[in-house]
Nanobody, 124 residues
Framework: QLQLVESGGGLVQPGGSLRLSCAAS????????IGWFRQAPGKEREGVSC????????YYADSVKGRFTISRDNAKNTMYLQMNSLKPEDTAVYYC?????????????????WGQGTQVTVSS
């Protein structure tokens, strides 16, 4: 069964940090361009960060540049999102994804597999 399972979400104060993890099962992440999306209440789902498989080129949304870092550990079949200097506007459900073959665009229509999501809440 193909599955992406996120962990590491929770409640954090503004300025704090969280590290999200996403473990894949049933398929090999190394073959896919992968990434993280998020959806805040009342807003559309958006691409936060993506990383390619072959050349490790990364994309970051302007709102998270300099604060978030995406990485992948192919040996563990796992991806990560390190989130620093968190702001209340980062509050959302975060999803890890694997993109469609040969698609690098970090947009919802490019996603082949979705994780179930993990809640991140930034609040004092």
């Amino acid at each position: 069964q193909l599955q992406l399972v996120e962990s590491g979400g929770g409640l954090v104060q503004p300025g704090g940090s969280l590290r999200l993890s996403c473990a894949a099962s049933g398929f090999t992440l190394d073959y896919y361009n992968i990434g993280w999306f998020r959806q805040a209440p009342g807003k559309e789902r958006e691409g936060v960060s993506c990383i390619s498989s072959s050349d490790r080129i990364t994309y970051y949304a302007d709102s998270v540049k300099g604060r978030f870092t995406i990485s992948r550990d192919n040996a563990k079949n796992t991806m990560y999102l390190q989130m620093n200097s968190l702001k209340p506007e980062d509050t959302a459900v975060y999803y890890c994804v694997a993109l469609r073959a040969r698609d690098r665009r970090c947009v919802p229509s490019s996603v082949r597999y979705w994780g179930q999501g993990t809640q991140v809440t930034v609040s004092s």
